[in-house]
């Protein structure tokens, strides 16, 4: 009777190969020594949407004026309205014959010079009242437009109350109420000329 013989050891099929060790089970922890717990990431916020700021719309400035060229509008204005002036002084009183009826306020003892001296004076006035009007009312061309009109119409009846002679007052009140409205125009145009770029529309 034969004994069995033991299989042969199986041979690894890469004889070069170290077989890679196990690792060491971790030593095991002290009671002693406290650990710090582990360490939780923070909770993740919801991003809020960010509301745009609303942004007031850039308010013009106030009404302003070139004062230099505004003054030299109102210069030249006043030489308009005293030509003016002189010219119906002349078709009136030189052409048609006609004496006009008139106020020397000034003492200068000429009706012409007492229509050229007057225009001038009330033009440069009435250029200072816009100006004012300009800096200091919401609506200055409105203002101005009704004192103009109020006072144009005013010196065109005045005469009428300085002589019973119907043809000297009425010539009187047309040359005057010419004057107004040449003073009236004339400045309403500088104004628009002279106001500053980027201040608030007048009306």
């Known amino acids: 009777m034969s004994i069995p013989t033991p299989p042969p050891e199986r041979q690894s099929a890469y004889p070069h190969q170290t077989p890679?060790?196990?690792?060491?089970?971790?030593?095991?922890?002290?009671?002693?020594?406290?650990?710090?717990?582990?360490?939780?990431?923070?909770?993740?916020?919801?991003?809020?949407?960010?509301?745009?700021?609303?942004v007031?719309?850039?308010?013009?400035?106030?009404?302003?004026?070139?004062?230099?060229?505004?003054?030299?509008g109102v210069v030249a204005t006043a030489l308009v309205a005293a030509l003016v002036g002189l010219v119906g002084v002349v078709i009136v009183d030189q052409i048609l014959g006609f004496e006009l009826a008139v106020q020397d306020v000034f003492g200068v003892d000429s009706t012409g010079a007492a229509y050229v001296v007057g225009a001038a004076?009330?033009?440069?006035?009435?250029?200072?009242?816009?100006?004012?009007?300009?800096?200091?009312?919401?609506?200055?061309?409105?203002?101005?437009?009704?004192?103009?009109?109020?006072?144009?119409?005013?010196?065109a009846l005045l005469p009428l109350t300085w002589t019973d002679v119907l043809e000297s007052s009425i010539s009187?009140?047309?040359?005057?109420?010419?004057?107004?409205?040449?003073?009236?125009?004339?400045?309403?145009?500088?104004?628009?000329?002279?106001?500053?770029p980027g201040t608030t529309p007048i009306d």
């Open 56 to 72: 007031a719309p850039a308010r013009p400035a106030d009404p302003s004026v070139d004062a230099g060229r505004f003054w030299a």
């Open 121 to 155: 004076v009330i033009a440069v006035l009435a250029g200072g009242l816009l100006h004012l009007l300009v800096l200091t009312t919401p609506k200055p061309k409105a203002f101005f437009g009704w004192i103009m009109f109020l006072g144009t119409l005013t010196a």
């Open 20 to 54: 890679t060790p196990s690792p060491a089970p971790p030593p095991p922890a002290d009671p002693t020594v406290v650990y710090p717990a582990a360490l939780q990431p923070a909770p993740v916020q919801p991003v809020q949407p960010v509301q745009p700021v609303p």
């Open 172 to 196: 009187a009140g047309l040359v005057n109420a010419l004057i107004g409205i040449a003073i009236w125009s004339l400045l309403l145009g500088v104004l628009s000329r002279t106001l500053r």
